[in-house]
């Protein structure tokens, strides 16, 4: 499966949580979902370098990753939309971002399947986070397939950061340094 169909595959299946035929019904949920990953930085930052770190490892990585993590985060998400608690949430975030920002700073190289567990585990925090913001009067199916739709995009922008660092490494490292940076602060607040 090359990279543009992989592309395309992913916002075509996230499409449906956002575009649903029932207004009011569930784009309510869909919406306040679609629109809760934009509303942090430490979201935004994690899921940016989901997709760099993805697409830098190369080959099946390019899309087992980034699907392992929207997968995982559905499953944190639901976890939390039905109140199950999960220690230590916020801190959890904060420390993904730090860790995704070192792994796009050093360019770690490992296994797929091992970068699917690292990013599955930082997704069952950010989806829990998500899950628990689920709005009053908001469908939960439809909130989770908003901010599902959401990490795609995110992930699909990731991917093309990293496309316009190569022949630059420097970039990369630096960004992934920033990252990080800002994964310790939000530890620090």
Known sequence: ????????T???????????????????GALAGFS?????????????????W???????ARWIVPLAFVTVM??????????????MVETGVALTVA????LVAFEVKVSTSVAAT?????????GHAHGTELPAMAHAGGYVAGFMAATVILHLTGFGLALLRFGNA??????GVAIALAGVVLLAG
């Open 170 to 175: 420097q970039r990369a490292r630096t960004a």
């Open 99 to 102: 860790l995704l920002g070192l």
């Open 10 to 28: 992913l916002v075509a299946m996230a499409l449906p949580g956002i575009a649903h035929a029932h207004v009011g019904l569930h784009t309510d």
């Open 54 to 60: 993805a697409l830098t490892l190369g080959g099946k």
């Open 74 to 87: 559905a499953v944190g998400g639901a976890l939390g939309t039905y109140g199950l608690a999960f220690p």
């Open 118 to 126: 690292v990013v599955g585990t930082c997704a069952l925090f950010h």
């Open 36 to 52: 809760h990953p934009f509303s942090g930085l430490d979201h935004i930052l994690a899921m940016v370098a989901v997709g760099f």
């Open 1 to 8: 499966m090359n990279f543009r169909r992989f592309a395309a």
